[in-house]
T-cell receptor
Framework: GDSVTQMEGPVTLSEEAFLTINCTYT??????LFWYVQYPGEGLQLLLKATKADDKGSNKGFEATYRKETTSFHLEKGSVQVSDSAVYFCALRDTGFQKLVFGTGTRLLVSP | DSGVTQTPKHLITATGQRVTLRCSPRSGDLSVYWYQQSLDQGLQFLIQ???????AKGNILERFSAQQFPDLHSELNLSSLELGDSALYFCASSVGGSLTDTQYFGPGTRLTVL
């Protein structure tokens, strides 16, 4: 079945450091890909999405490019802030299915 | 604020009991989804409704059931509760059922079964 694999956390960075969170997927069709963020005590918020190969999703300084050849959707940010500390979930939505399939989440801790 | 509301925010109950979680989707959204977030299983899809009809089913136990009402709000019923049902239950909504529709999540209901 469809699955999403994310790098284990926590990822610990200093403010203004470069962030990469790896995400790879397995799907039978041509999925849409998403990054969601969960701040402490809150629900999930959509961070960015890409619906086809080579699309780049971007929001709030975060970017991810849909790479079909490597089945990846890595999340990047050039300069993280303390306020970016949260859990980040990579997810896919496959053709023919409505549900989101989530990775296990990666906790990001940014220190001043 | 996503526009999706869930009540109650917290629920503490005992094994064997039955509870109902409620979700109101964003205005205009026809699809409602339920997800369970637990420490051991992660985030898992339970069930989807579209305009009152069940559209897709995931890893939902037989002890669990859901429905979507004519005003489009949805309820998730959990019965014969077990300790392992303790989790955060999220509702999400989207405009329709398209694969590119964004799902907007509510703040969740934290269920604790003692």
């Amino acid at each position: 079945g469809d699955s999403v694999t994310q790098m284990e956390g926590p990822v610990t960075l200093s403010e203004e450091a470069f962030l990469t969170i790896n995400c790879t997927y397995t799907a039978t069709g041509y999925p849409s890909l998403f990054w969601y963020v969960q701040y402490p005590g809150e629900g999930l918020q959509l961070l960015l999405k890409a619906t086809k190969a080579d699309d780049k999703g971007s929001n709030k300084g975060f970017e991810a490019t849909y790479r079909k050849e490597t089945t990846s959707f890595h999340l990047e940010k050039g300069s993280v802030q303390v306020s970016d500390s949260a859990v980040y979930f990579c997810a896919l939505r496959d053709t023919g299915f409505q549900k989101l399939v989530f990775g296990t989440g990666t906790r990001l801790l940014v220190s001043p | 604020d996503s526009g999706v509301t869930q009540t109650p925010k917290h629920l503490i109950t005992a094994t064997g009991q039955r509870v109902t979680l409620r979700c109101s989707p964003r205005s205009g959204d026809l699809s409602v989804y339920w997800y369970q977030q637990s420490l051991d299983q992660g985030l898992q899809f339970l069930i989807q409704y579209y305009n009152g009809e069940e559209r897709a089913k995931g890893n939902i136990l037989e002890r669990f059931s859901a429905q979507q009402f004519p005003d489009l709000h949805s309820e998730l019923n959990l019965s014969s509760l077990e300790l392992g049902d303790s989790a955060l239950y999220f509702c999400a909504s989207s405009v329709g059922g398209s694969l590119t529709d964004t799902q907007y999540f509510g703040p969740g209901t934290r269920l604790t079964v003692l």
